[in-house]
C-alpha cells in the first residue's frame, strides 16, 4: 500500500480528490436537500448515470419508488450528526436493474461545524447477496432432502412392522395346526379342518408376498 506524501497537508485536497476518482466504490455528496454536489467515476459505472447527468439531482433518482421513504430517514439521522456504517439496501440504475448495496454515510460539516450535507459511499453488494441467496437455497434444499429421508425411514419402518404382523399371524395359525397333527390326536374331521386351516393362511401369506414391491434389480 503506498503511503500518502509527507506533505500531505499541502496536497491534501489533490491526495483525497485522487482517492475518489480511483476508487472502486461510488462515493456521492449531497445538501440536506438530497441534492447531488459530486459523483466519482465509480458511481457511474456502478449507476449508469454520468456525472453530468447527476449533479444539481435528487439522489432519489437512484432510489426504487418504494423505498423512498429510506431518504428522509438517512437525511434526518444526518442532520442529528449520525454516521450511518454498512446498511444494506437496494438502488436503481438507469437501465432499471435495482442493485444491492451497502452504503456508509457521514455528515459533511462547514468551517464552523455546521452540518451541510453528507458524503456516501456506496458498495454494489448484488453478486455477494446472490451468493448469499443460492446458498441458502442450497441450505434449504438439504434440509428439505433430509427431512424427506427422515419421512422415507419412518414409513419404511411402519411398513415392515405392518407386514411382520401380517406375515405372523397366518404363521401363527400354521405352526398351532402342524403341532395338533403331529401329535397324532385329531380325528379325521379335525385333521380336514386344519389342512383347511393351513392351506387358507399358506394363500393367503401368497396373496400378501406377491403383493410386496419387486426388489430393485
Known sequence: MSKPPADLPQFAPQYLAAIVQNADDAIVSKDLDSIVTSWNPAAARIFGYTEDEMIGQSILRIVPLELAGEENEIVSRIRRGERIDHFETKRRRKDG???????????IRDGGGTIIGASKIARDITEKKILERRTAEALEETRKARRQAEVASRMKDEFLATISHELRTPLTAIMGWVRMLRSGLLSQDRVEQALEVIDRNVRSQAQLIESLPASPA
Not at 436493474?97 to 455528515?107: A, C, G, N, R
Open 97 to 107: 436493474t435495482v442493485i444491492d448495496v451497502s452504503l456508509t454515510i457521514s455528515p
